[in-house]
């Protein structure tokens, strides 16, 4: 019999699994998180986790195709808890995937991210590992952080990929190798709260969905925004994976959104973004606002507020950017003034670069801001 080593920093500890283990586990797996992301069975049974703990683990070491453990850590008692269950998957020549869950007690103490640094330790140095690749579902953005705490570089979403109770979602994916540095690859960009007067930014939520849909059908924002036009028309579904899919491009450290909102009411009154961000650089402003909002001066206002965010070193908070960009298609007036309200300067024009639905292509006119500019401003 195969026998089933501990590991441990001082902290947490990997271990065989035993029967005072059941109950932790079926605690878990009932938890709505659990349920939700991995494709345990629902409904979950004290059997299925005897099951798992007697003959699933064990099974996996004799045959050589899954090392897993139970990990274990003292509660704010002292007292050893179960805390979830890690392990490497083993996919021949050198590869594995890692595989983990929590129980609810121990999540945000960062006692999983060490089991996971003990897990690939260990099969970077006694399985010899290669390449370990992480599998999660689309949206599972605890499994995300995670990973990304790790080192593990995203690679990309596979499509229709990740089998759970007879349903496949898409499955992001990313690999760590051995020898890469654990630690994250790239800036994950959160929207901080930013409050001013009668408007704040801050991230987009749930309860944002039904004015966005509002908004994106609205004719003047389908007319200037092609990718918005490209996908109408707007739903909760379509708003809901515009929303994932910036929030994925913030997580690679490419763009940052906020919402747009009403101090008072927490109302949507717009959005604002900053694309193809180059950390230390520069990166490019897009914006739009709800029709009810247009005229109040909101949006002139967010852009505002996100340049001076934009602009303060990151050192104190700030993104540490040298310049922002814009451009706007050349009939859009009414754009150009909220960027000249908000401090940006026409720097020129791209010709026929922007594609509208009833004339074709026609001229853009580009504006920038530089940090310096900042301190002409009195706003």
Known sequence: MTVIPTLTDGVVRLRPPNDDDIEGSYEQCQDPLSQQWTTIPVPYTRDDARTYLRQIIPGGWET???????????????????????????????????????????????????ALRLLLDWGFVERDLQTVIWLARRGNWPSRRLAWRLGFTVEGTLRDWLSQRGELADAWVGTLRRGDDRAPRTTWWVPPVITSGPVVLRAPGEADVPRTIEALNDATIQRYGQRIRDTAPHDAATVRERTLGILEESASGTSLAWTVADTESDELLGWIALYDIHPGREAELGYWAHPDARGRGAISRACRMMARHAFIDAEDGGLGLHRLTANVAVTNEESQRVLERSGFVRIGAERKSTLLPDVGYVDAVLYDQLAEDQSRHDW
């Open 64 to 114: 050589d195709r899954e090392w897993g453990f139970v990990v274990e850590a003292d509660d704010d008692t002292g007292t050893a808890r179960f805390a979830g269950t890690i392990s490497l998957r083993n996919e021949g020549e050198r590869r594995a995937e890692i595989a983990y869950g929590s129980h609810p007690w121990v999540r945000g103490r960062g006692l999983m991210e060490r």
